[in-house]
């Protein structure tokens, strides 16, 4: 297997989870490997591929949508428009799916890319502009963990990123899928996004979504350090969306080349007025 990371020695095939407990410092999960072997990583000797586990990319359950961590971008943005994927067919009824191909579409790939690059490593990455991740997290997701030392563990997606390139993933643990709830896949959406170029990296991207029973939630990603999700009983006048984004932190505002934290805060509370408004809208 021919690779730009000259430092590692083995590529492992898991088959079973028990493959998985080869996980160390030195040993690196294999999924895509579109950032993996995008740079250097002089400490890795080994890695471990999860895609020959078998994990069916989209499975439809009882109480929602189970969405692999190998499940491509290509994939996951066809099941947002409804096409038969693999084994899942997702329902039409199910208009939340939309913003699966917009929060592809959000990131700075191309076509090939999104035949590579997985869900999970676009979450586990945890970068601001992790588009995907925050369309999960406006989802309501939750993410699946396994641990090293074996069983499972969940928790909302929306507490897994705890920084720019930051989050809870313990060292030795796999996130094995995520699950999307029936109540967000039903749900109303809507999603913005500006960038400071017309193909440049996202500078803001604001999605919300209104639940059956008129809940609320906003979510604001790449703008932010992590995303973060503002929740409302029901759709926020303007009024109510200012003062719930007055009251972030300032340090939660991202500064990069792409964007400074007071352009990035002042497009921002654009963006999530026009989301609000659509989602007031009757239909």
Known sequence: MNVDLDTVREVVLARERADLAQLGADTAVLAGGTFLFSEPHDHLARLVDITALGWAPLLERGDGLEIAATCTLAQLAGAGSGRELGTAVLRPGWPGT???????????????????????????????????????????????????????????????????????????????????????????????????????????????????DGQCAITVTAATTRPVVLDFATVPTPVELREQLDELEQDLWFDDPHGTPDWRRHVTGLLAAEVAAELSESR
């Open 98 to 212: 939309a913003l699966f191909a917009q929060g592809c579409r959000a990131l700075l790939a191309s076509h090939k890319i999104w035949r590579t690059a997985t869900v999970g490593g676009n979450v586990c990455l945890s970068l601001p502009a992790g588009a995907v991740l925050g369309a999960l997290v406006a989802l309501d997701a939750a993410v699946v963990i396994w641990p090293r030392g074996g069983g499972e563990r969940r928790i909302p997606l929306r507490e897994f990123v705890t920084g720019p390139g930051e989050n809870v993933l313990a060292a030795g643990a796999v996130v094995r899928s995520f699950l999307v709830p029936s109540s967000s896949l039903v749900a109303r959406t809507a999603f913005r996004r500006i960038a400071l170029a017309p193909v440049g990296r996202s500078g803001a991207v604001v999605m919300g979504r209104r639940d059956a």
